[in-house]
């Protein structure tokens, strides 16, 4: 692990940060002064200012994001998912954002490899989503939204679980920035309600909107 990954995971700063305590003499491995992009494994002893530094123990958090939050830590004027976390976890990341006008299933978590695994289109993570249209969907077009329809960044395929009308359950294995939302759109539909109620093995199991709880590792 590089020394500054290792430093802000155990502190809960930036990597920006880390960079900056090394390059300000702060940091030592193994008595030594620690030098940018150097890389560091258990056997080694990590200090800052003299202290011992460890890694921070790996916390996996689901929350029911309520409509209305944003997931990242700058709200710019809106409500962000942080302020429903107790103070100790708000260094944690978003694995997989929802949007402000979304809900539903969202992973938190310090580790990055799994928000790596829950995210990269190679591991191909299922996310199922509840979602209501402006206006009932014509079998057509829901026959070329599962073929496929181009949104700007290539094609996007969404598969349909169930529903009828305006009311649709669907499910894909990418994540695009607001794929389903810009789908619909491409074809002249407004996705006026999209809720994730599974993200791969993690459903909501009982959450209500803004609650969160601990999860394992899957």
């Known amino acids: 692990m590089r020394i500054n990954k290792f430093i802000a995971s155990s502190l809960g700063v930036s990597r920006r940060q880390a960079d900056a305590m090394i390059a300000a003499g702060r940091v030592a491995i193994d008595g030594q002064p620690a030098e940018l992009g150097r890389t560091v ?22 929350l029911n994001k309520p409509v209305g939050y944003v997931s990242s830590r700058r709200g710019q004027g809106a409500e962000t998912v942080y302020s429903l976390l107790p103070d100790d976890f708000r260094t944690l990341k978003s694995a997989g954002r929802l949007d402000k006008n979304s809900s539903g299933v969202l992973l938190m978590s ?33 026959q070329v939204i599962e073929d ?8 996007s395929r969404l598969k349909f679980a169930g529903g009828e009308g305006k009311d649709w359950q669907v499910t894909l294995s990418e994540g695009r920035n607001r794929q389903i939302r810009r789908t619909f759109a491409a074809l002249g539909y407004e996705v006026e309600r999209l809720h994730r109620t599974r993200f791969g093995s993690y459903g909501l199991e009982g959450l209500e909107s803004g609650e969160f709880k601990q999860v394992d590792k899957r």
């Open 41 to 62: 494994g258990d056997d080694n002893l990590v200090t800052l200012d003299g202290k011992p530094l460890a890694p921070a123990a790996k916390i996996y958090i689901l």
């Open 110 to 142: 310090n580790d990055g490899d799994f928000a790596q695994q829950m995210t990269h289109p190679k591991y191909k993570k299922s996310k199922e989503y509840e979602i209501s249209l402006d206006k009932e969907l014509k079998d057509v077009d829901k």
């Open 148 to 155: 496929g329809v181009d949104i700007g960044d290539g094609q």
